[in-house]
């Protein structure tokens, strides 16, 4: 299990209260209304639901999960998914990787090609000093082969580094666009003396499209193509196949579930960062989605946004004091979803309206407001939003704090 590291409340944590700062985070009493506006809060129940159906959902289908941490780059809510039975965490850049392994993390996918030659020393070093330790990572090209050899080579290794060929799609990002160039880098990899071949991954995520039927479609048959070569490359002792899992982990499920598996040694493995949090508008899009041909996996949003009233400048416009530095908007901007009108500490649905554009820290909120009340919304996108905050209260059903999550962005 991770080391999760103590946190004191300082004046760099936005929102917390005055008299919290200088207290350790865990000792820390307080509600909403005690928060500075603006103020990102964790409910603490979709959380849990979160975690828990997501665990329900890869036992079923005889999935593994090694969720991406790069969502939330938060030690607590990586410990409380590897307390749901994950198998691995995944992490996008070696200075993730570094994090991490410093909390004690013994399993991590580095769902990215490796060709920085320091650090292949130093994750090449982290596994040689612990045969316990084993990190992943991906590899497309001959080229990016040759870099590792060449690496690995300057020292006596005592394990071969396990690598993952990555198969992209045309116009996405990284990987190789066919079969046919996956196998030439599977037989390179294969006779190599440093390195041994762990499976087959991509990301299903970048295929990109309208929200409707032609786009399942083509992740289906991306799908297919991932889980041909996996047919076509494995190999005696157990064989991953990797992919993203957070827009589509019904049609991972059914392309990549026991049916296809047979009981073979193939470890199908979910990288889902996304669903522990889930979001109002970007995610819960593809859950509608799903829906239209499959159970739809039920996550709640449990990010919410609070901010203050500042102007009403004009008419069915009021300016409300968060912005970009605030929450991601890269997926759509924050949906209104609660309502505390000014002196009142009563939870109402938020108006109608929406917001329309947002500066550094402020927000365009086109309906009735008035200054001086504070509106809850819910975030789209978690990735674009969790590096703004560096410790986030997380909060009951009565939003009462009674925890707290770091970041270390």
């Known amino acids: 299990m991770l080391r999760v590291p103590d ?11 005055a008299a919290a700062v200088g207290h350790p985070a865990s000792e820390v009493s307080a509600a909403l209304d005690d928060f500075l506006t603006p103020v990102l809060v964790v409910k603490d129940s979709a959380l849990r639901h979160n975690l828990a159906t997501m665990a329900r959902f890869c036992e079923d289908h005889a999935l593994s999960l090694s969720p991406h941490v790069k969502t939330t780059m938060s030690p607590e809510i990586a410990a409380a998914q590897l307390e749901h039975g994950a198998w691995a965490l995944t992490l996008a850049t070696p200075s993730q990787v570094r994090i991490f392994r410093s909390l004690g993390a013994q399993r991590i ?21 612990d045969p316990e330790f084993t990190c992943y990572c991906y590899v497309d ?13 300057q020292r006596e290794r005592r394990r071969a580094f396990p690598v993952i060929l990555e198969l992209g799609v045309p116009g996405g990002r990284a990987g190789a666009r066919d079969l046919d160039q996956l196998r030439l880098i599977a037989e390179r990899v294969t006779a190599s003396a440093q390195l041994r071949l762990a499976g087959v991954g991509g990301f299903e995520g970048v295929i990109g499209g309208a929200l409707d039927a032609k786009l399942l479609a083509e992740v289906r048959a991306y799908l297919r193509r991932l889980r041909d070569a996996a047919d076509e490359l494995s190999h005696e002792g157990e064989f991953i196949i990797t992919v993203g899992g957070s827009a589509f982990p019904e049609l991972v499920a059914d392309e990549l579930g026991p049916s296809w598996q047979r009981g073979r040694p193939i470890r199908v493995v979910l990288r889902s960062g996304c669903y522990v949090t889930h979001d109002s508008l970007a ?16 996550l709640r949003p449990s990010l919410e946004l609070w901010g203050r009233v500042l102007s009403t400048p004009e008419p069915g416009l009021a300016i409300l004091d968060f912005g970009k530095r605030d ?11 609660h309502r505390i009108r000014r002196g009142s500490t009563v939870l109402e649905q938020a108006p109608p309206g929406e917001l329309t554009a947002s500066n550094d820290q402020h927000a365009y909120f086109r309906g009735e407001l008035e200054v001086g009340d504070r509106v809850g919304f819910g975030i789209s996108h978690p990735c674009t939003t969790f590096d703004k905050w560096q410790l986030i209260p997380v909060v009951d059903d009565s939003y009462v704090l009674c925890g707290t999550v770091q970041t270390l962005f």
């Not at 946190?7 to 917390?16: A, D, I, N, Q, T």
């Not at 090209?141 to 080579?153: A, N, Q, R, T, W």
């Not at 995610?283 to 039920?298: C, G, N």
């Not at 929450?327 to 979803?337: E, I, R």
């Open 327 to 337: 929450t991601g908007v890269d997926a759509g901007f924050p949906v209104p979803l």
């Open 283 to 298: 995610y819960q899009q593809f859950r509608d989605l799903l829906a239209t041909e499959y159970q739809s996996l039920a």
């Open 7 to 17: 946190v004191l409340v300082s004046v760099r944590h936005k929102g917390f209260p």
């Open 109 to 129: 996918v580095l769902a990215n090609e490796l060709v920085d030659p320091a650090a292949i020393d130093w994750i090449a070093a982290e596994m040689a000093a």
């Open 141 to 153: 090209s001959l080229d990016g082969v040759d870099i590792l050899e060449k690496e690995l080579g």
